[in-house]
């Protein structure tokens, strides 16, 4: 199995972070394919705790190639900023590669980002004002600015003036703000263009390449399925495709190299930002599972909504994503609870819904149909093996499997390395 796509099953902060870096010890190339600067993955090795957003979760493995894929959008302040945390806890960067079709972000796309919520005042989207909307959209756009034409600075010039431009009639004439100075930015950013012209590459025949030679290549989502701006809770969502299919579109590597897809889905459900969340729990049970497993946002420090694990959710990435395997993390944050509710689907007007609705009005007023587990009120952290789990834990991951027609494959126990119990043989 050469080629594996991590992806987020649920509104993302699933523990892919812990999850790809588990899996990277096997690989040759961890390689992000979408997102940018909004994600927020971490991983925990020897009690140090590495909080990544741009950087591939294999970053702490000297031997590995990292590469950043055409369909991130770079933050480059952000990005040299990560490389120069990690240099500085002694973590080898330069098995990084970025690719030359790679989006740059501005800081008009942060501004724009930030006057866009304003404006929409209650309909806001919650993002993490990173400016990832506004980026994706010059993208789509053909406004925008590459790596490669960063790197070129003739060229860059000439699209930074063009975009400075243009920015500066909406930031002045929609926004009533003060307008930006193409200056400024082309002198910050030509300073990061020297920086960052060492790591990149088409990596896209990097990655084919390495393929095609045999090399292990692990595909690391952000976000995830129900933020994917196709399927997820549109509008309420992210502006890429976290979903398993954007690893091919993100990276160059056509769906035939795709070997297996691993979906990861937290042991109960959390959502920052806004929108719908039908089995949110906004009460005493929620502010428990918050506080037990400390559910604050890496990137922007934000409170993570809490509710009961979501199967409608799961079953549905597991259509959208062709799931092979599920990776349950933070299944031990479960471990003091007396009763655990599991959502097996949703009803909707007393009808028993068969599709996951793309109508977000009737995805507000759905009842959750609830099945009711008794917890194993054991601590499970120390657990390295699928069958020393108590016999409630496994009830509870057999009915995962059985509603979502998708078998775990991996059990996560802890945020650290070893904390991790897998039960397939033919993962990677
Ligand atoms: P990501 O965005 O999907 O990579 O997830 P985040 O890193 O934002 O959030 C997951 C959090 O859970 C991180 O703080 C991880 O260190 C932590 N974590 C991951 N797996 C486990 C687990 O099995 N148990 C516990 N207790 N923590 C975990
Ligand atoms: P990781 O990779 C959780 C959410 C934001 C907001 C919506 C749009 O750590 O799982 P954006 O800034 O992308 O325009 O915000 O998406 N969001 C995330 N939520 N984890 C993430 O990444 C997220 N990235 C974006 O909170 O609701
Ligand atoms: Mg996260």
Same mark, same amino acid.
């Given at each position: 199995?050469?080629s594996i796509?991590?992806v987020?099953t649920q509104?993302g902060?699933?523990g @892919?972070? @812990?999850?790809?870096?588990y899996l ?6 961890? #390689?992000?394919?979408q997102g940018?600067?909004?994600?927020g %993955?971490t991983?925990v090795?020897? *009690?140090v705790s590495y @909080?990544?957003?741009?950087?591939p979760?294999?970053?702490? /493995?000297k ?7 055409n369909?991130?959008?770079?933050n ?9 945390g &990690?240099n ?6 330069? *098995? ?6 790679? %989006?740059i972000?501005?800081p008009? %796309?942060?501004?724009l980002d ?12 919650g993002?993490t $004002?990173n400016g990832?909307?506004?980026? /994706?959209m !010059? @993208? &789509? ?6 790596v490669?034409?960063l790197?070129?600075?003739e &060229? ?5 003036k063009v975009n400075?431009?243009?920015k500066?009639?909406l930031i ?5 703000e003060?307008?930006?100075d193409?200056?400024d930015i082309l002198?910050?950013?030509r ?11 088409d ?14 290549v ?6 995830a399925?129900m933020? !994917?701006?196709? %399927?997820g809770?549109?509008?309420?969502v992210?502006s890429? *495709?976290p ?7 993100g990276t160059?590597?056509?769906?035939l190299?795709?070997?297996n897809?691993?979906?990861?889905v937290?042991?109960y ?10 089995t949110e ?6 502010e428990y599972?918050?506080e037990?497993?400390q559910?604050?946002?890496t ?5 993570r909504?809490?509710?009961w694990?979501?199967l409608? #959710?799961v079953k /549905?990435?597991?259509y959208i994503?062709s799931l ?13 609870l007396?009763?655990i $509710?599991?959502?097996?689907g ?6 028993l819904?068969k599709e ?8 507000k007023?759905?009842?959750p149909?609830?099945e009711e587990?008794e917890g194993? $009120?054991?601590?499970i ?10 016999k409630?834990?496994? #009830?509870?991951?057999?009915r995962?499997?059985? #509603? ?11 945020a ?8 397939a043989t !033919?993962?990677?």
């Open positions: 199995m050469p796509v991590i987020g509104w902060d699933e @892919k972070g @812990k999850i790809v870096d990277s010890e096997r690989s040759d190339f961890i #390689v992000r394919s940018g600067s909004n994600a %993955h991983i090795v020897d *009690n @909080k990544l957003r741009l950087l979760s294999g970053i702490l /493995y031997d590995k190639i990292c590469v950043i894929g369909g991130v959008v770079i480059p302040k952000v990005f040299l900023e990560e490389i120069k &990690m500085d806890k002694g973590i080898d960067t330069s *098995n990084l590669r970025i690719s030359s079709r790679a %989006h972000l501005f008009y %796309h942060i501004l930030e006057y866009q919520e304003k404006m929409l005042g209650d309909n806001k989207i993002t $004002k990832i909307g506004p980026c /994706y !010059d @993208k &789509m756009s053909r406004m925008g600015i590459r490669q034409d790197i070129d600075d &060229m860059f010039q000439k699209k930074l400075v431009e243009t500066n009639v002045e004439r929609v926004y009533n003060s307008p930006l193409y200056n002198n910050e950013y300073e990061y263009a020297l920086k960052l012209k060492p790591y990149t590459v990596t896209a025949y990097l990655i084919n390449d390495a393929l095609d030679n045999g090399k292990k692990l595909f690391e989502g952000a976000q399925t933020l !994917d701006i196709d %399927h809770t549109y509008p309420f992210t890429s *495709n979903t398993a299919a954007g690893a091919c579109t160059g590597v056509g769906p190299k795709i070997d897809i691993i979906g990861v937290k042991a459900a959390t959502r920052v930002g806004e929108g719908p969340f039908p729990l906004d009460n005493e049970i929620g599972i918050r037990r497993a559910e604050y946002g990137v922007t420090g934000r409170i909504r809490c509710g694990l979501d409608s #959710v /549905y990435a597991g994503n092979k395997y599920l990776a349950i993390t933070r299944l031990d944050i479960l471990d003091t007396d009763t $509710k599991l959502c097996v949703y009803k909707h007007n007393d009808a819904l996951y609705p793309a109508n977000l009005e009737m995805l007023n759905v009842t149909i609830y587990f194993w $009120k054991t601590d952290s120390e657990i390295r093996n699928y069958d020393e789990l108590p409630n834990a496994k #009830v509870y991951l057999k995962i499997e059985e #509603v979502t027609n998708v078998s775990v494959g991996i059990v996560s126990v802890g650290a390395r070893e904390a991790t119990i897998t039960c !033919d993962l990677f």
